[in-house]
T-cell receptor
Framework: KAGVTQTPRYLIKTRGQQVTLSCSPI?????VSWYQQTPGQGLQFLFE???????NKGNFPGRFSGRQFSNSRSEMNVSTLELGDSALYLC????????????FGSGTRLTVV | EDQVTQSPEALRLQEGESSSLNCSYT??????LFWYRQDPGKGPEFLFT???AGEEKEKERLKATLTKKESFLHITAPKPEDSATYLC??????????????FGSGTRLSIRP
């Protein structure tokens, strides 16, 4: 059974640019969540999608947005990149029932220069 | 305010030396508490979900327990391959029918041969 796939694995962008990250959940999982992980702040919740609808959103500026497609694949977009956006962005999927936890991908390492 | 605090931040043990990691939480309505293991450069790997005080779960050398205010991850006779960062997360009841997950900052565990 394939796990959660995130692409790309690494990205280097310049301040002011925008970036789109992709996440393919485990087959059959309809819930996809996004997290930002930094050494100083740890893992912070960005947003969660379920059946193409944003179910919850963390405390991030509007520059961070996402969407989910009918096949449950999800994308996250960050516009007007800032140096502080450099982080490991993790995607996690679950069946939506929550009882078995969330399966994480290996993440996308974003570096903003 | 919902909060998760893990202690200690770092723990170094000798192979075979048992110990416990602590996760204290404050949340308005606990839906579930999760334990994850994270290796460098990888996404968190799901270990356990606990739902109610008194609940215990075991997996190999790991045992997780839950009270009304904290959870412990007990590691019995650890081996070097148990070295990783262990993350605790709580799933709280959010607005409407949504849920949110709050992660602790993790405990970096190092096992010396």
């Amino acid at each position: 059974k394939a796990g959660v796939t995130q692409t790309p694995r690494y990205l280097i962008k310049t301040r002011g640019q925008q970036v789109t990250l992709s996440c393919s959940p485990i087959s059959g999982h309809r819930s996809v969540s996004w997290y930002q992980q930094t050494p100083g702040q740890g893992l912070q919740f960005l947003f969660e999608y379920f059946s193409e609808t944003q179910r919850n959103k963390g405390n991030f500026p509007g520059r961070f947005s996402g969407r989910q497609f009918s096949n449950s694949r999800s994308e996250m977009n960050v516009s007007t990149l800032e140096l502080g956006d450099s982080a490991l962005y993790l995607c996690a999927s679950s069946s939506g029932q929550g009882e078995t936890g969330y399966t994480f991908g290996s993440g996308t390492r974003l570096t903003v220069v | 305010e919902d909060q998760v605090t893990q202690s200690p931040e770092a723990l170094r043990l000798q192979e075979g030396e048992s110990s416990s990691l602590n996760c204290s939480y404050t949340v308005s309505g606990l839906r579930g508490l999760f334990w994850y293991r994270q290796d460098p450069g990888k996404g968190p790997e799901f270990l356990f979900t606990l739902y109610s005080a008194g609940e215990e779960k075991e997996k190999e050398r790991l045992k997780a327990t839950l009270t009304k205010k904290e959870s412990f991850l007990h590691i019995t006779a650890p081996k070097p391959e148990d070295s990783a960062t262990y993350l605790c997360a709580v799933q709280a009841r959010g607005y409407s029918s949504a849920s949110k997950i709050i992660f602790g900052s993790g405990t970096r565990l190092s096992i010396r041969p």
